[in-house]
């Protein structure tokens, strides 16, 4: 940076310093287009011209000066939502309608009680289109910024983009082209398109205010108009000012390595009664074939699952890497303080009732922070169903998700805030011959954090995607961090988050905060570090299974191959409306899918090679090497129907070897019970590919994979 | 009707007639707002004033009548989008601008080369809301009525409900209640609500309009500006006029007594080679035990599948019910004839090679028709995989989906537009124990049709629910009345339609054009007569039978039971989502479930039973009866997670004892592989619970319930 640049650097830091002195100085609460006027005069944002004026005189002599028409506005801080009281008064074209009008300002300023109402005399601003500029406030990521269609009905359309600050210009230009409203700007019907960046300029403006004044929790900049030319005028304003209190992000990660790869692992709490945790952790250990040391430790010793116990840790001769304590709360803590004090590496507490419960429980947590405190032990939990690794071949939890079925290892790595779900969408991969790599249950994340996982895990060489099962986190900043870091080493994150519809319980005030909830902000912060929000709960590991072991499309024209017409329009339906184009086949893949498959009177997008064209020797491998061989194809989805028994088989391994080596994506869906199909399911799983139940699955996985391109809308991360 | 009442309708009539007449002396193709002010003259609609003027001093003499501020308009039939090609010209506020914009209009007009423009003066009309209202011809179902926010953003918002005409004054206020933009209307940010009478009014004589002339394809009135006193104005239109010929809706319908429950039936073209479709139907029939005659025709004869096979028709001594045709195409079109002259009454063609295929196949169709016109024997397809009947113990097809899983009969009915999507979804049925009653696909439905099969299935004593796989329909007059039979027969219709998107090839002139395209007017009829829109294609089969195998809810307020806390919240979500009100248990609700749940800190809605709790003896049992008993819960969602083996049983047992006779549904998603929990899963299905794989299927299939109330709300029937 040259010394004039710092020195420019240095004065825009000194005007936001000197804002958020000023908003420090004031008192929490609504900030009416009055006061929030004076706070942000110092930046010199494009407000309107504005007199104040005391009488119906004075307004008319500022009319005079600023010409007529005029707007008067009543402006008050007890007053945000000034036209539905009937506070503004527009296109005053003569001095006698500005007396009337004072008049009647005046009136309603009584009627209001707003003792502290001023009356501004403002010229009218000529056409544009009006756009909103705000933030409000997250409590984990700090201001969301809220760009969008202005003017009163913003709330009743919606039509805004978010993104945390800060933000630069050209983030603001990608989230203008992401509204519906985008094409008014574009040019629309003909019109000249509208030079966007001084609005640009302006929104990456107002994102350092927001990052620079956390008194501000929530700013409304609506309407900003902006002129055919590209003038931005901002019509009003208003503000909220909280005494808020700002947490520091945590910027080191905890090293995982003893929870995640323990050699030598203890059981506090170790059971014969295959019912109790105790009982159940030390079975799933055995039973998926731990190839490390296991010490069952119980008070009274003996023999336990067929392995030597000890009476308490201290009779152990070494310090195991991993402590898995299945003991209920109270005694929990103790035992973690025993841990910390003998230098044991990582701790798994599985017990409830700590936090999660209410202020006794709480008491608990901050008594197991405090005995971990500076020991360089690490606690998974408490309130966890624990940890499992198929790499390891290691199952350090009590669910009865994982008995029964062979851990099965695979790039999928889960991190869960939910244990429950986890084990439930753990089992149907293993069921369906996917696999899964790593799983942990986060519990209360009263010491490691979801962002901790994260990080760690996506630094494994094991782990090709990873999944996550999301309810909140604490500490936004390094969350999103941990994201970045796994973009960054090329593992992609599918996020399944829950809370997504606002209770909107939340009293607000602004626009901003209306549009905004933490729904939002999460949403926001996901998109921005590149993660892939899904929408269906049981969807999540298909899809962070595909992310992971499928080719990445160079596009997003997708063929369907299919062997029922019927089905094959449904998902070309489905594709069209996932932002996705339907490919158009070249002329030589249409004259040779023409010999593939003669008598068809149509090659084209959707191919039905129907039921009895599948049946034929060699023509689904035939055809869907011809379509995954078009240059105008960057992504294949089969639909499958009827297709049974050796039948199913035989099309399979016909779809596995096209498949192979293509390096374009082909996914499955196979609409047939699975009982019926189930060899040909499980051929293509063992050759990598995805088998959905329902092609629109598919389709949400297809549009994934293809947000994983180097996306430039916001938006399509989102399936 | 009085006489007075009388005269008053055939006067309105003979208006219509007379416009009709009109607009069938003009030349197809577009017509402005010139031409379309003209045509529509006679029906007195609120169009704004305006004066025709050959000169710029005309012009300033009419804006001089009228009043200054006025506007010029160059109206053309070449020029449909006035705006886009700057021939409008507002706000002219003296006799000068008035001669300035006829000079710029004259301009422009020459450019355009729009040699039949004139130029228009109309007053500036005050401030309101901007509708469009409007529509345009569907090929199935007539007129689409377009109701929507107006203006030249209409396309870009799409804003806008749709109603095949006629539609009363009341269904018009439905429209506009369901518009995003209804609060604009009914008092919006403190002004008092707009009187939406005159416009009512407006819809339903352009409905009227709509229907008495079919020459005019496509209308807008686009704005109709409201006022806040609710006078409305017209602003602009524009129509197309197209030659069409009105294909008469068929009145009548088929008995398909005969296809649907035959006592004999033969099979032309039975074969020993089960792989061919003559072998797959005979061992079909008797794999599925049918109980009455079986004749396999064959020209060899013999014994086939251990049935004496006759060499010919003609051979047998009697007239079975239903002759199956399993031959290529030409020869079944002989064989049907054969059937019509010797009066068999049903006649199921499988072959394929007939319309679907072009000009050939087309010809044949033409000769299948012809070879049972007037002789009443129905034909079911051709192209169709056939018919089954579980409470008939009949299969009488040659789908794969079906073999290997014993029929097991429901009130659920499938009509199938694709026999390969049919057969899969219903073997799915049959996997899961849920079973099927009758389902037919239906082919190219050369004679009987896609509402034939609802009306007819609808109609019987067997069935409670219909489900649709809807490609298209040939008579939607006729479709729309079947649907209609169903629902006053109390039997709820489930739709999948392919086919949503559209293309967007098909030209259109009018803003009306653009936001009614096929898919919407199949949504708009399906709408209209009660029927429920599913949207994921294997979701329908398990919405149709939730439809017709669970009580009614009363109202949709909903309870949400799980065994983890975090797929609680997240179907909180879905059922907010979908437009659902999650259930306030009472206090008394609350205070008991306290004592069943001691220990945990919430007893609110969802309800968090966490899987320890479920273990406990009779919990889940008393929770749920709990909370089915509580007079603010309509409806039960429950999410079950890793609840596996002997404790599945258990717990579902508990489930199905407590929802037994409690007169309110209980819906189910389990979200554990379902081999881990198979026998818990069946035995719920036994009792005549659902169960879902993912909770946003379970809250599509609730709000699918709740839709079947009696809805004020369009929209509602789309889940």
Redesign the interface.
């Known amino acids: 940076m040259t010394a004039q640049a710092t020195g420019v650097a240095e004065e825009a830091d000194a005007v936001l310093a000197g804002v958020r002195a000023e908003v420090r100085r004031r008192r929490p609460g609504g900030a009416g287009e009055g006061s929030a006027r004076e706070l942000l005069e110092p930046l010199g944002l494009p407000f309107v011209a504005a007199e104040v004026v005391d009488s119906a005189e004075e307004a008319v002599a500022a009319a005079r000066r600023s010409g007529f028409p005029v707007v008067l506005k009543a402006v008050s801080d007890a007053v945000l939502?000034k036209?539905?009281?009937?506070l503004v008064e527009l296109g005053l074209g003569s001095a006698e309608a500005v007396r009337e009008a004072h008049h009647r300002l005046a009136g309603r300023i009584a009627a209001a009680g707003a003792t502290d109402a001023r009356v501004l005399v403002q010229p009218m601003v000529g056409a544009g289109t009006d756009l909103i500029l705000g933030w409000v406030r997250d409590p984990a990521f700090g201001p969301v910024l809220v760009v969008g269609l202005g003017g009163?009905?913003v709330e009743?359309?919606r039509?805004v983009a978010r993104r945390i600050a800060p933000v630069t210009a050209t983030e603001a230009h990608d989230l203008l082209r992401s509204l519906?409203?985008w094409?008014?700007l574009a040019g629309?019907?003909?019109a000249p398109p509208v030079d966007t960046a001084e609005f640009c300029e302006l929104v990456a403006r107002v994102g350092e205010l927001a990052s620079a004044v956390p008194e501000l929790t929530e700013l409304d900049l609506n309407p900003v108009r902006i002129s055919a030319e590209g003038r931005c005028t901002v019509l009003d304003a208003r503000a909220v000012i909280e005494r808020t209190a700002e947490a520091p992000s945590r910027q080191s990660a905890f090293d995982l390595g003893a929870l995640a790869r323990p050699g030598c692992v203890a059981v506090v709490g170790a059971s014969r009664d295959a019912?109790r945790p105790g009982g159940r952790v030390l079975e799933a250990l055995r039973e998926h074939g731990f190839a490390g040391h296991v010490h069952p430790v119980n008070p009274a010793g003996g023999e336990i699952g067929g392995l030597p116990a000890v009476a308490s840790l201290a009779e152990l001769d070494h310090v195991p890497d991993l402590v898995c304590v299945a003991l209920p709360a109270e005694p929990s803590v103790e035992v973690v303080g025993e841990c910390a004090r003998r230098g044991v590496p990582a701790v798994i507490v599985y017990a409830?009732g700590f936090g999660?419960?209410?202020a006794v429980g709480k008491e608990l947590d901050t008594r197991l922070l405090a005995e971990v405190a500076g020991s360089g032990t690490i606690v998974c939990g408490p309130n966890t169903i624990g940890v499992v690794s198929s790499h390891h071949r290691m199952a350090a939890t009590f669910?009865?998700?994982v008995?029964?079925?062979p851990l099965h290892a695979s790039g999928t790595c889960l991190v869960?805030?939910?244990?429950?779900?986890a084990?439930?969408?753990v089992?149907?991969e293993?069921?369906?011959g996917y696999g899964i790599g790593d799983w942990v249950t986060v519990g209360n994340q009263s010491q490691v954090d979801v962002a901790d996982y994260v990080e760690y895990y996506a630094g494994l060489e094991t782990t090709r995607s990873v999944a996550l099962?999301l309810?909140g986190v604490p500490d936004g900043g390094r969350f999103r961090r941990a994201l970045a870091a796994a973009r960054d080493r090329g593992v992609p994150v599918a996020v399944?988050k829950?809370?997504?519809?606002e209770a909107g319980s939340r009293a607000v005030s602004s626009h901003s905060g209306a549009l905004a909830g933490s729904g939002e902000a999460y949403r926001a912060a996901l998109a921005q570090e590149g993660a892939v929000q899904v929408?269906?709960?049981?969807?999540l590991l298909e899809i962070a299974w595909t992310l992971g072991h499928t080719p990445l499309p160079a596009g997003r024209r997708v063929a369907v191959v299919t062997?029922?017409?019927?089905?094959g329009?449904?998902t070309v339906?489905l594709v069209?409306?996932a932002g996705l184009v339907p490919a158009v086949f070249d002329e030589r893949t249409r004259s040779r899918l023409a010999e593939v498959l003669p008598?068809f009177?149509n090659v084209d997008n959707p191919l039905d090679v129907?039921?009895e064209g599948a049946?034929g020797e060699g023509v689904v491998r035939r055809a869907v090497e011809l379509v995954v061989a078009d240059e105008g194809v960057d992504l294949v989805c089969l639909v499958l129907?009827?297709?049974?028994?050796a039948?199913a088989v035989r099309v399979a391994r016909q779809i596995a070897e096209a498949a192979a080596g293509s390096g374009k994506p082909v996914l499955v869906s196979w609409?047939?019970?699975?009982?019926?199909a189930k060899d040909g399911m499980s051929l293509l799983a063992e050759r990598g590919l995805r088998v959905f139940?329902?092609?629109?699955r598919m389709v949400a996985a297809a549009a994934a994979l293809t947000s994983c391109l180097a996306s430039t809308h916001p938006r399509s991360a989102c399936v």
């Open positions: 939502h036209s539905d009281a009937g009163v009905t009743l359309f039509d519906t409203c094409p008014l629309f019907r003909g019912r409830s999660e419960t209410g669910s009865q998700a008995r029964g079925l869960a805030q939910s244990g429950a779900v084990g439930s969408l089992s149907r293993l069921a369906d099962f309810e399944f829950t809370g997504v519809t929408a269906e709960m049981t969807n062997t029922s017409g019927g089905a329009s449904a339906d069209d409306a008598g009177a129907t039921a049946f129907t009827s297709i049974t028994g039948d609409l047939v019970a699975r009982s019926l139940t329902e092609p629109a």
